[in-house]
């Protein structure tokens, strides 16, 4: 079965950065691009990118340009996520997502979340 | 961006009773080359991720029961919940997949009354 088992919660301070993990198992880890979503609390959830694990450019949200970065390794079927330059507005729950093979964009897995907590 | 809005905020609804949760967008989700509408729902229980229950605006998610139905065409859409079980008490999201930044709903919140 598919899963997608996320690193866990981390509390920093403004400016500082941080970088979650997302682990892949139960199928092709290349096979399906992935989204990363967050989810501030009380709101809906907000896009913020999408990488494709094969290869290519990730592809970011405009709002989210210039801070964020996603990778993958391959080898442990890992994909991740850096955010940068904190502010207390990026405390939230953040997902990991998949893509379903057929390469649309609607979400059929998620991950566990990790919290994120910016605070001086 | 596309703008999508749900309404209403929130819902209470007796068991065994139907609800209806609308979401419109601000630009149409009908790819016209497939006549598909890139729409999805979600449902959100506390302290879980979102789960998909229904994509192309009413396909049926594998293993989600079949109270649960979509339907609309373009800028309106429609969940629809038919027996409303204990179980069902949760947050619904809609999403737009038609263009980056894909986006959500701000949720609407379904209770039993």
């Known amino acids: 079965q598919v899963q997608l088992v996320q690193s866990g919660a981390e509390v920093k301070k403004p400016g500082a950065s941080v970088k979650v993990s997302c682990q892949a198992s139960g199928y092709t880890f290349t096979s399906s691009s992935m989204h990363w979503v967050r989810q501030a609390p009380g709101q809906g959830p907000e896009w913020i990118g999408i990488i494709h694990p094969s290869g290519g450019s990730p592809v970011y949200a405009q709002k989210f340009q210039g801070r964020v970065t996603m990778t993958r390794d391959t080898s442990t079927s890992t994909v991740y996520m850096e955010l940068t330059s904190l502010r207390s507005e990026d405390t939230a729950v953040y997902y990991c997502a998949r893509r379903p093979p057929d390469g649309y964009s609607y979400i059929d897995y998620w991950g566990q979340g990790t919290l994120v907590t910016v605070s001086s | 961006d596309i703008v999508m809005t749900q309404s209403p905020d929130s819902l209470a609804v007796s068991l065994g009773e139907g609800a209806t949760i609308n979401c419109k967008s601000s630009?149409?989700?009908?790819?016209?080359?497939?006549?598909?509408?890139?729409l999805a729902w979600y449902q959100q229980k506390p302290g879980q991720p979102p789960k998909l229950l229904i994509y192309w605006a009413s396909t049926r998610e594998a293993g989600v029961p079949d109270r649960f139905s979509g339907s609309g065409s373009g800028t309106d859409f429609t969940l629809t919940i038919s027996g409303l079980q204990t179980e069902d008490v949760a947050v619904y999201y809609c999403q737009q997949y038609y263009s980056v930044p894909w986006t959500f709903g701000q949720g609407t919140k379904l209770e039993i009354k």
């Open positions: 630009q149409s989700l009908l790819y016209s080359s497939n006549d598909k509408n890139y």
